[in-house]
């Protein structure tokens, strides 16, 4: 499986910006970026996911460098609702491809 | 997307005993997996588990100690035997919907505490 790397926490201040890094240098061309959070007492939750364009939904925006070794998730306006831990894993499509967890980041959000 | 009911949520067992957690989809699924959380950790996936046929285990786990049944689309349970302290953690159902592409939906977690 190939792996992200990630920061093991980040810190940012209540309806600011958010913007979580993951490496993927050994990214294959089949592999998604997923990203999922984890609330304090809660399973997995998924946030977005993509291939090589951007993506925006309602929790969030994915950018993805134009090499796909790297990719970010924004949160536009942080609450406090969204500290939590999140997860950026690689997921080839097709078949039971798994999801494999690393440590993920740590975001702590200041009121 | 799916909504999975774990049950029990929590448990206090005692050791050398087994625990059978339940895992429920309001929808027909086909492809669901067992995770565990050990205390701090992140999920590490025990198996993958399709109906009809056997679970797939990853390395570190065996079947003996982590039976799984899958008899339906929508149900799977997850054994964890002759516990011990060490087997304390959460342990988690998920799911992926077909209609859903990648997208893979968790369950709230059963809370395992082994004395």
């Known amino acids: 499986d190939a792996k992200t790397t990630q920061p093991n926490s980040m810190e940012s201040n209540e309806e600011e910006p958010v913007h979580l890094p993951c490496n993927h240098s050994t990214i294959s061309g089949t592999d998604y970026i997923h990203w999922y959070r984890q609330l304090p007492s809660q399973g997995p939750e998924y946030v977005i996911h993509?291939?090589?364009s951007n993506v925006n939904n309602r929790m969030a925006s994915l950018a993805i460098a134009e090499d796909r070794k790297s990719s970010t998730l924004i949160l536009h306006r942080a609450t406090l609702r969204d500290a939590a831990v999140y997860y950026c894993i690689l997921r080839g499509l097709g078949g039971a491809q798994k999801l494999v967890f690393g440590q993920g980041t740590r975001l702590t959000i200041n009121p | 997307s799916a909504v999975i009911s774990q049950k029990p949520s929590r448990d206090i067992c005692q050791r050398g005993t087994s625990l059978t957690i339940q895992c429920q989809v309001d929808?027909?699924?086909?492809?669901m997996f067992w995770y565990r959380q050990q205390p701090g950790q992140s999920l590490t996936l025990i198996a993958t588990?399709?109906?009809?046929?056997?679970?797939?285990?990853e390395s570190g786990f065996v079947i003996d100690k982590f039976p799984i049944s899958r008899p339906n689309l929508t149900f799977s349970t997850l054994t964890v035997s002759n516990m011990s302290p060490e087997d304390s953690s959460i342990y988690l159902c998920?799911?992926?919907?077909?209609?859903?592409?990648?997208?893979?939906?968790f369950g709230e977690g059963s809370w395992l505490t082994v004395v």
């Open positions: 588990a399709n109906q009809g046929s056997e679970a797939t285990y």
């Open positions: 929808s027909q699924v086909t492809m």
């Open positions: 993509g291939l090589t």
């Open positions: 998920s799911v992926e919907q077909g209609d859903s592409g990648n997208t893979i939906y």
